[in-house]
């Protein structure tokens, strides 16, 4: 469904009609939604599906680096290891927006880079730094398109929700590729290595998502969906997921567990060194 950004406005009568106007576009989507067995899943960009800098800030190890492969841009992005599978699996369960803190037109550079072919973000709603009226910067979901109920967010900073979204968020590790001087952990880059795509984050929350999006979906009446609310299940599949390393977890999952650490760090030591990173040159800007 092709969207647009609507913006409070400071007149109050302007902001009743525009709260008026959302709840009426959400009232749509929603049946629109339940009646495909869709949700409405909320995307960062930066340290969630890419990492991305200007040249300037990068190490010098960094840039010593990238200048000796013949890269002299001013931005390069690495996007984050398995995103194209995340994106193609994840649109088939859920609608997508992007919520960002970067600028519109940053953004939607990075969607771009992340779905050249625009099969994932064409008609998505982007929720832009311009679009932000809190002071300080908070995420929140009063221009969202959905309601609460069936929306999800995955994000890698928490602090920066609103508290009465913090329900709809599933976590995901910060991706970091390029050197920080600031960290006393190595980098990806430095390190020559990358996240794993079969075990990594975007994997796990992968799996998160899709369990999520069945077990709402998983009554036999459809007319109960509309008493379903998506912030239940987030919860009783964190519960189930948690229980899954006790005893009343099955062992199998927890050797299935060891197993992957095994190979996430297995692949960490191999991902890069024989093939380096995949590199795409575009006009001021890089994508790895």
């Not at 036999?220 to 977890?249: A, H, P």
């Amino acid at each position: 469904m092709a969207v647009q950004n609507l913006k409070p406005n400071v007149n109050s009568s302007s902001s009743i009609h525009n709260a008026d106007l959302i709840k009426s576009v959400r009232d749509k989507n929603l049946k629109s939604l339940l009646a495909r067995q869709k949700l409405h899943l909320v995307l960062d960009l930066d340290n969630t599906l890419l990492h991305s800098n200007p040249m300037i800030k990068l190490t010098k190890y960094d840039r010593d680096y990238l200048q000796r492969s013949g890269h002299n841009d001013h931005w390069v992005t690495k996007l984050r290891p398995n995103a194209e599978t995340f994106l193609k699996e994840a649109s088939a369960l859920f609608e997508f927006s992007i919520l960002t803190f970067g600028t519109r037109k940053y953004a939607r550079k990075m969607l771009k880079l992340l779905d050249p072919e625009e099969l994932y973000f064409a008609n998505s709603q982007v929720i832009a730094r311009e679009d932000i009226r809190s002071k300080p910067l908070k995420k929140g979901f009063d221009l969202v398109l959905s309601h609460e109920r069936v929306v999800l967010v995955v994000d890698d900073i928490k602090e920066v929700w609103e508290d009465d979204n913090a329900k709809n968020l599933i976590k995901i590790a910060p991706y970091k590729f390029f050197d920080d001087e600031s960290s006393s952990k190595k980098s990806w880059s430095r390190n020559w290595a990358d996240e794993s795509e079969k075990y990594g984050e975007l994997a796990r929350v992968l799996r998160e998502l899709k369990k999520t999006h069945k077990e709402f979906y998983n009554i036999e009446d459809e007319q109960d969906y509309e008493s379903r609310d998506v912030r239940d299940v987030i919860e009783e599949v964190k519960r189930k997921f948690l229980l899954q390393g006790t005893k009343e977890g099955t062992s199998k999952h927890a050797k299935e567990m060891i197993n992957e650490i095994d190979e996430c760090f297995k692949s960490m030591g191999l991902n890069c060194r024989t093939n380096g990173p995949n590199v795409i040159v575009q006009t001021n800007h890089m994508v790895m």
